[in-house]
Each structure stands twice: as structure tokens, then as C-alpha cells.
Nanobody, 121 residues
Framework: QVQLVESGGGLVQAGGSLRLSCAAS????????MGWYRQAPGKQRELVAR???????EYADSVKGRFTISRDNAKNTVYLQMNSLRPEDTAVYYC???????????????WGQGTLVTVSS
């Protein structure tokens, strides 16, 4: 089994910063793509940022220049540094990781439980 544990969400004023972390553990050989998605009330889940095993990154247009995704392969952890936060960034943020399972030797897509980010104006 593979588990993702997210942390770092909370309440922050507009213009502030937060750093999200997501650690993968369990029956893992390796991780490939790691990413963050978010879902605001009444809206569909959307990609925020993604990073490949080779550290290539992709960002939603709405967060470019404000958010930075990074990873620590030794810790199977992905981070999202969020700066210059805006009220419209308020959402539940979900971690998504593709792992090679040591049990099945198949690639699995795993989702975190979500962490709430609230940005007040």
C-alpha cells in the first residue's frame, strides 16, 4: 500500500505565503510525476503544478510566477511554495503522485486526502 500525507495548509491573508508538503510512504520502488491539484467550492478540480522525475515543471497560468513546485526524491516528497496568495487561491489542495509499487511492480496513481488553503482579503 502507498500513503500520501499532506501538510502545510491553513489560513493566510492576501499577499502572504504558505508551503505545502506531501510525503509518500509504503510499498514504493520509485516515484515519477508528482503534482498538486486544487478544488474550490462549486468548481472542478484543476491542475496547479506538476513536476516530473527529471524535475521538468508545468504550472497553471493563474499561478505562474507565484507558486513553485519542487521535490526531494530521497524523501519521496513534493512541495508547493505559494507566494503572493490571492483570495481566488482558496481551495482544497490535493497531492497526486505516480509511484512504482514494490508489491505489484505496476505504476499507481495515488491521491492525498487534501489540505485546505484559505486566503482572506
Amino acid at each position: 500500500q502507498v500513503q500520501l500525507v499532506e501538510s502545510g495548509g491553513g489560513l493566510v491573508q492576501a499577499g502572504g505565503s504558505l508551503r505545502l508538503s506531501c510525503a509518500a510512504s509504503g510499498s514504493i520502488v520509485s516515484t515519477t510525476a508528482m503534482g498538486w491539484y486544487r478544488q474550490a467550492p462549486g468548481k472542478q478540480r484543476e491542475l496547479v503544478a506538476r513536476i516530473t522525475s527529471g524535475s521538468s515543471t508545468e504550472y497553471a497560468d493563474s499561478v505562474k510566477g507565484r507558486f513553485t513546485i519542487s521535490r526531494d526524491n530521497a524523501k519521496n516528497t513534493v512541495y508547493l511554495q505559494m507566494n503572493s496568495l490571492r483570495p481566488e487561491d482558496t481551495a482544497v489542495y490535493y497531492c497526486n503522485v505516480a509511484v512504482l509499487s514494490s508489491l505489484s511492480y505496476r505504476y499507481l496513481e495515488v491521491w492525498g486526502q487534501g489540505t485546505l488553503v484559505t486566503v482572506s482579503s
